[in-house]
């Protein structure tokens, strides 16, 4: 069974601060991430997309890929109470359905 | 661009009804599409996956004859929820990969359906 492993949280950081949210996965051979964000009651966006090791930058946004240690991260600096939400980490599924596999997702706080 | 569309958002009917949900690319061909329900405070889960011109392919323990897909176009996915039961109500969310892409997926605002 391929997984991601996300931490539930809640992750509660202050208005300013840069939020740290990091996910696991199970196969090795995972080439392509994605990180969603999902406001309470709405449906999934996308985020970030990641497919070679390092970073990635988009805005406030930076997805950090480590495929040697499996984990995939995503730091939002400049925390805004408008990000308070779950964000969910997906890791593109084997063969060429399409699936992604998706973590529980964690759940940010941003206080002011 | 990459939106995708769905209708109804929101719908309440009777037990033993069947509700049809729509699932729309509206600025890319989606040769692939996906159905989640998610339940409230739970992770997502797929449902099935529907190929364009193709039958769709269901996870294990998804009723196919309950939960009817149909992908006519590269722009148009169907669910219908076939005689449904309170038990049924969730939030469905379809998905769609953009043909040719990087595997990206673009969901839909989601549909809420209520069964009485």
């Known amino acids: 069974q391929k997984e991601v492993e996300q931490n539930s949280g809640p992750l509660s950081v202050p208005e300013g601060a840069i939020a740290s949210l990091n996910c696991t996965y199970s196969?090795?051979?995972?080439?392509?991430f994605f990180w969603y964000r999902q406001y309470s009651g709405k449906s999934p966006e996308l985020i970030m997309s990641?497919?070679?090791?390092g970073d990635k930058e988009d805005g406030r946004f930076t997805a950090q890929l480590n495929k040697a240690s499996q984990y995939v991260s995503l730091l939002i600096r400049d925390s805004q109470p408008s990000d308070s939400a779950t964000y969910l980490c997906a890791s593109l599924g084997p063969g060429n359905t399409g699936k992604l596999i998706f973590g529980q997702g964690t759940t940010l706080q941003v206080k002011p | 661009g990459a939106v995708v569309s769905q209708h109804p958002s929101r719908v309440i009917c009777k037990s033993g009804t069947s509700v049809k949900i729509e699932c729309r690319s509206l600025d890319f061909q989606a040769t692939t599409m996906f159905w989640y329900r998610q339940f409230p405070k739970q992770s997502l889960m797929l449902m099935a996956t529907?190929?364009?011109?193709?039958?769709?392919?269901?996870e294990q323990g998804v009723e196919k004859d309950k939960f009817l897909i149909n992908h006519a176009s590269l722009t148009l996915s169907t669910l219908t929820v076939t005689s449904a039961h309170p038990e049924d109500s969730s939030f469905y969310i379809c998905s769609a990969r953009v043909a040719g892409g990087n595997n990206e997926q673009f969901f839909g605002p989601g549909t809420r359906l209520t069964v009485l």
């Open positions: 196969d090795r051979v995972s080439q392509s």
């Open positions: 990641i497919y070679s090791n």
């Open positions: 529907s190929n364009e011109g193709s039958k769709a392919t269901y």
